[in-house]
């Protein structure tokens, strides 16, 4: 097997078991695939493999580290979507994310909850009443 179809393989492997494939999986497929392999490994370790919480929990786990942490939305969008799938629901989402308020406090919440709103398509209340919007 060649270089790229070993790489090809691995990351084939990865989506099917995580559910998703980053940015850098795919680039250190062919950038370092043996450092790649170690960090996966981790990561099975710690999230992917079977072990006493299930998969939704881990979800939310990573949702609200992620948040807190302020990962890129492209990252958390990734572990919200696979929690939708997993059948968590979007309330049950909202609720883990909004966990980060007292620790993390209200602009780690705000980059979690802005992702949260556009993958599940949250719609806002507009008021009625005139306000001044803050531009000039």
Not at 30 to 59: G, M, P, Q, W
Request: charged share 20%; no cysteine; net charge negative.
């Amino acid at each position: 097997m060649s270089d790229a179809e070993e790489a090809l393989a691995y990351i084939n492997d990865m989506a099917r078991t995580r559910g998703y494939v980053l940015p850098y999986h795919k680039l250190m497929a062919n950038a370092d695939i043996d450092v790649l392999k170690a960090a996966n490994n981790l990561v099975a370790a710690a999230y992917t493999d079977n072990r006493k919480l299930d998969k939704a929990t881990k979800e939310l786990i990573f949702i609200t580290s992620l948040t807190v942490l302020r990962a890129s939305p492209g990252h958390i969008a990734g572990h919200i979507r696979v929690a939708l799938d997993l059948g968590v629901s979007a309330q049950e989402i909202l609720e883990a994310i909004e966990i980060t308020l007292p620790e993390a406090g209200v602009v780690a919440f705000q980059h979690g909850f802005e992702v949260w709103a556009e993958v599940v398509g949250a719609e806002g209340i507009e008021p009625t009443v005139q306000i001044h919007d803050g531009s000039k």
